[in-house]
């Protein structure tokens, strides 16, 4: 079980993620399972976080090792505090990192960790506001126990104090952090007014458009926006989606949640543990008793996080998932508890884009674990060369589906 090594808790390996290029061979403890990681520890870390982040939220990420297809099995790199706390047990946590191997992330067999995809796009750590950078420090030292030589943290925030605290450490110790890839997502400035942020994003004739569809859509029973918070709302309006998600090109593609046993379970054990805590809220458009969109919101801290959407595709032509959207846009701004929101969407999303214009940098960053380490460039180039395969099957994709439409 666990062994307490310079105040931060390391376990073995699972064997869901054993692979020889992460395991040292004098056979020291190294990496902790999720479940293993102290609740209350890292609930209180989560109330303390330098930058928000609801998919590394206990409840959403243990819900998300346990049973999503793909993602299970997830391991801890996790940092504790030289001193006792009174108020936090024996030593406080100060920061977490769920990981895989990069065995396991990119069939790569060289001793690097990868921070584990919360199925949410955004992968930035949970780090004590008060201790940073000691954070970081502790994180990078017990990825070298476990044997690594770098730490790839995927859809980093790249402009936040946590890549900021990387950055520093690395400075102060000779290193850099060497950035993989990169793009621009759509967030919320959540603290303005919502009429007058709709305006300048939208304009008046397209605003005026999209009133008159709603005007549309009101003639099948009258157009009502809900709210659901409460465990019980919570549980009945994620059946409402996850029936709405199905029916629409992801359910033909296989993709919706509730197609696959794992992903079912995880997203009803997560919605429900935060829904507990009130840092999850299903949104829902009705056309009188018949729902024409729905859509998951998680919130941690002062930011909301736009999950997933799903359409009644039958009602396409009066843009259910864009009405649905203004309608959350108003009830975020009109919330003082948030000031932001992160639409975890895609680059260049042709939905969202439009209508959230601010815009903030998301990443893929190695983080180098020793100085002048032969094995980081050896790291760099294996996983530039994943990238490139990747896109070329992805271009493959795009041209067989642009094919079939063609026909």
């Given at each position: 079980m666990a062994e307490i090594a310079d105040k931060a808790v390391v376990h073995r390996a699972s064997t869901d993620d054993a692979a020889p290029a992460h395991a040292p061979s004098n056979g020291n403890p190294v990496l902790a399972p999720l479940a293993d990681i102290p609740m209350d520890q890292w609930r209180s870390l989560a109330a303390r976080v330098v930058e928000p982040n609801a998919y590394y939220l206990p409840e959403w990420v243990l819900a998300v090792s346990a049973s999503a297809r793909g993602r299970t099995g997830a391991l801890a790199l996790s940092a504790f505090s030289d001193a006792p706390l009174a108020y936090d047990g024996p030593a406080r946590m100060i920061g977490l990192l769920p990981v895989v191997s990069l065995w396991r992330a990119y069939k790569i067999p060289l001793p690097a960790l990868v921070s584990a995809q919360p199925y949410g796009t955004l992968c930035t750590p949970p780090l004590d506001g008060d201790l940073t950078e000691a954070a970081v420090e502790r994180l990078m030292q017990e990825a070298r126990k476990a044997g690594a030589h770098a730490l790839i943290l995927r859809d980093m925030s790249l402009d936040g104090k946590t890549m900021r605290a990387f950055t520093e450490v690395l400075r102060?110790?000779?290193?850099?952090?060497?950035?993989?890839?990169?793009?621009?997502?759509?967030?919320l400035d959540a603290t303005r007014d919502a009429d007058e942020l709709l305006a300048d994003a939208l304009g008046a004739k397209k605003l005026k458009e999209l009133r008159r569809l709603r005007h549309r859509l009101a003639e099948h029973g009258a157009v009502s926006f809900e709210v659901s918070r409460t465990p019980n709302e919570v549980a009945a309006a994620l059946e409402t989606f996850l029936v709405l998600e199905a029916s629409g090109w992801k359910g033909k593609r296989g993709t919706a949640l509730v197609q696959h046993d794992g992903d079912a379970t995880?997203?009803?054990?997560?919605?429900?543990?935060?829904?507990?805590t009130g840092q999850c809220e299903i949104i829902t458009l009705r056309a009188g008793d018949r729902p024409v969109a729905a859509a998951l919101v998680l919130r941690h801290q002062d930011r909301a996080f736009y999950f997933k959407l799903g359409v009644d595709e039958s009602f396409a032509k009066y843009s259910p998932g864009v009405q649905l959207t203004l309608d959350l846009t108003r009830h975020l701004c009109s919330d003082p508890a948030i000031r932001s929101a992160d639409s975890t969407a895609a680059p260049d999303h042709p939905m969202i884009n439009p209508i959230w214009r601010g815009r903030f940098a998301i990443g893929d960053v190695l983080i180098p674990l020793r100085r002048y380490d032969p094995l980081v460039p050896m790291i760099h180039t294996g996983l530039a060369l994943h990238r490139s395969a990747e896109e070329a099957a992805r271009g493959v994709v795009r041209f067989v589906r642009n094919r079939g439409k063609s026909r």
């Open positions: 102060l110790n000779g290193m850099r952090p060497r950035l993989m890839q990169s793009y621009l997502r759509a967030c995880f997203i009803r054990r997560a919605t429900a543990a935060l829904a507990e």
